[in-house]
Nanobody, 124 residues
Framework: VRLEESGGGLVQDGGSLSLSCAAT????????LAWFRQAPGKDREFVAA????????YYADSVKGRFTVARVNGENAMHLQMSSLKPEDTAVYYC??????????????????WGQGTQVTVSS
């Protein structure tokens, strides 16, 4: 699976931004697609995920209610709609694909395919 992110950029505190992740190479049936992020000097952390077949979504507590992850109908792609952005959301955002069980959903070690990342900067 090849993953490619797009849509990062600079936005003001309280603003909105949408990221996209396009997947090519194989069927995503049975996969979970996730967003992780890594801020300078910090470990990479889970943001959100979607179970591709079931369309069930999962979120980190820090973004729940502000971010929405969804499939793009008819395409092997997903969006991450981010609103009410805060400076602490500033990070490189990565798209990832894997087959983690539910208890490992937030563990990057269970995702075998990664995009190159896209920078999101929220200015105060």
């Amino acid at each position: 699976v090849r993953l490619e992110e797009s849509g990062g950029g600079l936005v003001q505190d309280g603003g909105s931004l949408s990221l996209s992740c396009a997947a090519t190479g194989r069927s995503l049936s049975g996969y979970k697609l996730a967003w992780f992020r890594q801020a300078p000097g910090k470990d990479r952390e889970f943001v959100a995920a979607i179970a591709w077949s079931e369309r069930r979504t999962y979120y980190a507590d820090s973004v729940k209610g502000r971010f929405t992850v969804a499939r793009v109908n008819g395409e092997n792609a997903m969006h991450l709609q981010m609103s009410s952005l805060k400076p602490e959301d500033t990070a490189v955002y990565y798209c990832a694909a894997g087959r983690p069980i539910l208890s490992s959903l937030r563990d990057e070690a269970f995702y075998h395919y990664w995009g190159q990342g896209t920078q999101v900067t929220v200015s105060s």
